[in-house]
């Protein structure tokens, strides 16, 4: 089976000041990790993914998150916040042997604070 | 590219009367994904299609529920009869051939049953 958790509904973090959301997965064979972001009356955005290879992915907007197969965990991290960060985000995991689609997390809530 | 493009992007209607929600999916991608987006229940995968074909309709709610692709640049989700409950935001997605690539997300259709 796969899933994913995003623990926190929301994070609220100070304009300037470095912000993660956090997600762990469970899947039973290599996972293929997303991170999704959903502004306002919009649909869900790509950012960032991790296939194979280096442990932290660079993505859009200056995100990054870090893979970490001990921990089941994909966090995803940006050195400094901005207030248009404010938004919604998701995590989504999917088994390479497992189904074609992609599981969602119930999304983290970003609020910036200026 | 356009992207995805859904249609209408809002729809009120009263109980009781269908509703077809449209999606025209990247040029050249081959997967299409149906989601709900509700308060209560997050991101909901409902069906999704692999080559015009109904892979996995597991997450439809019931038989008042039916998604069609009849061709590779469009597909319909129908609710016939519609209920309150089924008020929720639908967004279509595409994705191109391998199941690493990510998902784009169209704008979503707002559904209100009244």
């Known amino acids: 089976a796969q899933s994913v958790a995003q623990p926190e509904d929301q994070v609220n973090v100070a304009e300037g000041n470095p912000l993660t959301v956090k997600c762990t997965y469970s899947?039973?064979?290599?996972?293929?990790l997303f991170w999704y972001v959903q502004y306002p009356n919009r649909g869900l955005q790509f950012l960032l993914k991790?296939?194979?290879?280096?442990?932290l992915v660079k993505g859009s907007y200056g995100f990054e998150a870090e893979f970490n197969k001990s921990q089941t965990s994909f966090h995803l991290k940006k050195p400094s916040a901005l207030v248009s960060d404010s938004a919604l985000y998701f995590c989504?995991?999917?088994?390479?042997?497992?189904?074609?689609?992609?599981?969602f997390g119930t999304g983290t809530r970003l609020t910036v604070i200026p | 590219d356009a992207g995805v493009i859904q249609s209408p992007r809002h729809e009120v209607t009263e109980m009781g009367q269908e509703v077809t929600l449209r999606c025209k999916p990247i040029?050249?991608?081959?997967?299409l994904f149906w989601y709900r987006q509700t308060m209560m229940r997050g991101l909901e995968l409902l069906i999704y299609?692999?080559?015009?074909?109904?892979?996995?309709d597991s997450g439809m709610p019931e038989d008042r529920f039916s998604a069609k692709m009849p061709n590779a640049s469009f597909s319909t989700l129908k609710i016939q009869p519609s209920e309150p409950r089924d008020s929720a935001v639908y967004f279509c997605?595409?994705?191109?051939?391998?199941?690493?690539?990510?998902?784009?997300f169209g704008p979503g259709t707002r559904l209100t049953v009244l």
């Open positions: 997605a595409s994705r191109y051939s391998t199941v690493y690539n990510e998902q784009f």
């Open positions: 299609f692999n080559n015009n074909v109904p892979i996995d």
């Open positions: 989504a995991v999917r088994d390479e042997a497992g189904a074609n689609n992609l599981f």
């Open positions: 899947v039973s064979g290599n996972p293929y």
């Open positions: 040029s050249g991608h081959n997967s």
């Open positions: 991790y296939i194979t290879g280096d442990n």
